[in-house]
């Protein structure tokens, strides 16, 4: 196991949006499955989550949440030596999302600004990426994550809709005191690529107006080609075996241990599957942030959405908090970190309203 | 056949007493779903070895079908 290791590093606010859609899962989920929608919505434990308009994009969402997160920690555009989006779903597949925020930002032409693909991993991914740019620049880095998984959503299909959501969010990474050490570590295992995909309008096979057509699969789920498709077991299989014994050995790896974390912020699979990682990990639940029964699991972005939603309730506001944030899923893919919130930095929770025009 | 029952009611969270060989898991054990289902999967690969197809799992009914999965006789 690699511990990639960055110090320096100060993550000056966190701000997180949920789009315009409140769906109450009982009862949407009732009006598909029937009785069993009650089985499905318990056995998750999600209640509550967001949809985005047809047409809101993941830069909408992120960019309402740096424009919110600028003004929160006072900072100038001219103070950002990068700029990366952490997305699956970006506004068009070419061309990538950061460009978007470079311009509706007006920030300086002469930065690093690129996008990193990776579905459910890719929060700790940005961070550590980010945090590599903060050294080398020597100036602040805003990380975007977002996604609009419902622009590859079937309606009908029974894995993917009770659990997915759209969310935005942006964090302020900035130098900061040397002290604090954050720690990082990957895990890619591309055998279980097909787990979770979107099989077609990819190069390995461009659209075609069958793949716009509702089939049924194998699984009994209905979905066009162009419909995330998610073997739930495996997923389930791949965290709950192979990642809580890897995480384990990253927190032995980095010297940590349960009692050195202060707070645990897993990705928002679905609460059952957090609950069984925080108990194998020996992090109680009073430790786990939580945000995936009220909103969703929007992909990446459930990590920084978790931040600002459960920030208030959690977060030790006495000292730097020690965090080990976690995200696995689709690739196969995992990242998990161990860095410090500052109760001082700058966090907010909201729900976007809509484009303005 | 006593650590089976003690790994299932670990799963359940319930206690050892609670799980017994002719139980049947959906009904009589609290609070079954498809990721408890999920859970046992893993808890019987993770402990034995044996990965049991999604289909197969769906067929059994009682602990004791779920045993006899993971322990030849």
């Known amino acids: ?357 | 056949m006593e650590k089976f029952l003690e790994l299932v009611a670990e799963v359940f969270e319930v206690e050892p007493e609670e799980v017994k060989m002719e139980s049947d898991f959906r009904e009589d054990l609290p609070d079954f779903s498809s990721m408890v289902g999920f859970s046992l999967l893993v808890m019987m690969e993770d402990e034995y070895g044996i990965r049991v197809p999604v289909e197969e799992f769906l067929e059994c009914k009682t602990v004791e079908d779920l045993y006899k999965k993971c322990v030849k006789e």
């Open chain 1, 1 to 357: 196991m690699q511990v990639l290791k960055i110090n320096g590093i100060h993550i000056d606010g966190v701000v997180a949006c949920v789009p315009e859609n409140k769906i109450n899962n009982e009862k949407s989920l009732h009006e598909m499955y029937g009785d069993e929608a009650k089985l499905i919505m318990e056995s998750t434990g999600i209640k509550t989550r967001y949809i985005a308009n047809t047409g809101t994009s993941s830069s909408d969402l992120c960019l309402a949440c740096a424009e919110e997160l600028l003004r929160g920690t006072e900072t100038d555009t001219g103070d950002i030596g990068a700029v990366i989006f952490v997305t699956f779903t970006p506004d068009r597949l070419m061309p990538f999302n950061a460009a978007i925020v470079q311009d509706k930002l007006s920030l300086n032409k002469e930065i690093p600004c690129f996008d990193i693909s990776l579905a459910c991993s890719g929060y700790a991914y940005g961070i550590y990426v980010a945090s590599t740019f903060v050294k080398a620049t020597g100036k602040k880095v805003l990380l975007l994550d977002g996604d609009i998984q419902s622009a590859y959503m079937s309606p009908y299909d029974k894995s993917t809709v009770p659990v997915m959501a759209d969310a935005g969010s942006a964090t302020l990474l900035s130098p900061g005191d040397d002290k604090a050490e954050w720690k990082f570590t990957f895990y890619t295992d591309g055998s279980g690529r097909e787990s979770l995909m979107i099989p077609a309008a990819g190069s390995a096979s461009p659209i075609k107006v069958e793949d716009l057509e509702f089939k049924v699969f194998e699984d009994g789920g209905r979905r066009r080609n162009t419909d995330i498709y998610m073997d739930g077991f495996t997923i389930f299989r791949f965290v709950a075996s192979e990642i809580s014994k890897w995480l384990l050995r990253f927190l032995e790896a980095s010297g940590e241990s349960a009692d050195t974390i202060d707070s645990f912020v897993p990705h928002q699979a679905n609460m059952y599957m957090i609950k069984k990682l925080g108990r194998k990990l020996n992090i109680d639940w009073e430790h786990t942030w939580q945000s995936g029964d009220v909103v969703g699991n929007s992909a990446s972005a459930t990590i920084p959405v978790t931040i600002a939603f459960d920030v208030e309730k959690r977060l030790n506001t006495e000292k730097e908090n020690r965090v080990l944030i976690s995200g696995f899923g689709g690739g196969l893919s995992a990242s998990a970190g161990i860095i410090t919130l500052d109760p001082k930095s700058y966090y907010r929770f909201f729900q976007y309203d809509g484009k303005k025009e």
